[in-house]
Structure formats: C-alpha cells, structure tokens
C-alpha cells in the first residue's frame, strides 16, 4: 500500500484496538506487500487505510486479499467528512464501498452501508459477522451511533 499520513495511520490502529483482535507484528516483515497495514490473522481481517478518494486503491485492496487470505477493511479518512470504509469479504466478487462505522448503546462496532442496501457487518475479535438485520431500531438511532472520527481518532459511541 502506498504511503499514508499519521492522520490516517491514528485511525488505523484505533480501529483495531476497536475491533479487540490480536495484532501481528510480524506480518510487515514476512511480506513487503503489508506495509502500511495492519493485520490481525485470527481474526483473518487487514486493515489498509488512505486520504485518497474511491476508486483509488481497489487493484490494490484486491491484490491484499488474493495474497493473504484475509479480508480486507480500507479505510478512508477525509478531514471533512471523517471516514468510511470499503470492504472486500473473502466470499464476495465485489468491494462493499462507502460503510460507515457504527457503534450503538450495546458497544459493538459495526459496518453498516451508507450507499445502498448491502449486508451489515459485526467487527468481532473473531472477525466480521455478516448479519442481515441492522443492529439500529430507527434513522435516529442509526444516525446517533454513526462515528466520524474527525477530529479525535477514536471509534466511541457517539451517545
């Protein structure tokens, strides 16, 4: 991946302290190809992360999942918007564009769509669990557990 800022590099680590699965050190070292990333193998998910607007960096986020296996969560940071997620699962042909992080009075963080319909994703230590019903009750509910992170590079409840 190519070089990022320390922006977007902050909310890189902050969601993976977010989702709670065991970091690998290591795997930067194993394959030049996952610098710039952090991977998280139990959880068989890498988080890449980037300033640059969609569709920039979907060869790459293809090329990520081919060689390791794992799915691939790109995050992308905008100063006036905040972040969104593109996200390709193992058993998709097809990246899920524009998801926004969700994090409702339960805790857990969620995946859900802003484009469009699409499944909504738990992020679990374990992984991410594709569910089909959305984790809100209502708009209202949904649009206060949605998280931007724009000015502090967490991923808290926005309650």
Do not use: N
């Not at 610098?35 to 998910?45: D, E, K, V, Y």
């Not at 994090?103 to 991410?128: E, I, M, N, Q, S």
Request: net charge neutral; hydrophobic share 45%.
């Amino acid at each position: 991946m190519p070089w990022t800022t320390q922006r977007v590099r902050s909310r890189m680590m902050a969601l993976a302290l977010a989702i709670g699965a065991e970091i690998d050190p290591e795997s930067r070292e194993r394959a030049g190809t996952l610098a710039g990333t952090i991977t998280m193998s139990f959880a068989q998910l890498l988080i890449a992360g980037t300033s640059c607007p969609r569709p920039w960096l979907f060869p790459e986020m293809i090329q990520l999942a081919r060689e390791t296996g794992l799915e691939v969560v790109l995050l992308r940071f905008d100063v006036t918007r905040g972040v969104s997620f593109d996200i390709l699962l193992q058993d998709r042909r097809h990246i899920l564009c524009g998801y926004a992080p969700w994090r409702g009075a339960g805790g857990d963080l969620w995946f859900v769509p802003t484009l469009g319909k699409g499944p909504y994703l738990r992020a679990l230590p374990t992984g991410l669990a594709r569910e089909r019903e959305a984790p809100f009750i209502d708009r209202e509910d949904r649009e206060a557990g949605i998280i931007l992170t724009m000015e502090k590079p967490i991923f808290e409840a926005g309650f």
